[in-house]
């Protein structure tokens, strides 16, 4: 059974840090794109962050680019979200994701979800 298991959600301030870890069981992603993908109360599930099979290239929203950085360690199967100068806008549950492609697109739908972790950012 392939499970994306998500960690490191919190409660911080504005301002503040945080990093999610997504841990990846049943099968590798070693060869897959991964990211994560957010949604905030009221609003729709929305892109994040990818990264590429490799690691050597990254996607980012324009809201966090400058803000979040995304990594992977493909030995571990495991990737990461940076998330630093958090906002109360940034508030919404993370979600881990796979895809089914070595490389991110926007025509790509994740292949695999994590059941989310909740980041709530107070101002």
């Known amino acids: 059974q392939v499970q994306l298991v998500e960690s490191g959600g919190g409660l911080v301030q504005a301002g503040e840090s945080l990093r999610l870890s997504c841990a990846a069981s049943?099968?590798?992603?070693?060869?897959?794109?991964m990211g994560w993908f957010r949604q905030a109360p009221g609003k729709e599930r929305e892109f994040v962050a990818a990264?590429?099979?490799?690691?050597?290239?990254?996607w980012y929203t324009e809201s966090v680019k400058g803000r979040f950085t995304i990594s992977r360690d493909n030995a571990k199967n495991t990737q990461y979200l940076q998330m630093n100068s958090l906002t109360p806008e940034d508030t919404a549950v993370y979600y881990c994701?796979?895809?089914?492609?070595?490389?991110?697109?926007?025509?790509?739908?994740?292949?695999?979800w994590g059941q989310g972790t909740q980041v709530t950012v107070s101002s």
């Open positions: 994701v796979a895809f089914a492609l070595p490389n991110y697109s926007n025509n790509n739908r994740p292949s695999y």
């Open positions: 049943g099968r590798t992603f070693r060869t897959n794109a």
């Open positions: 990264i590429s099979w490799g690691g050597s290239t990254t």
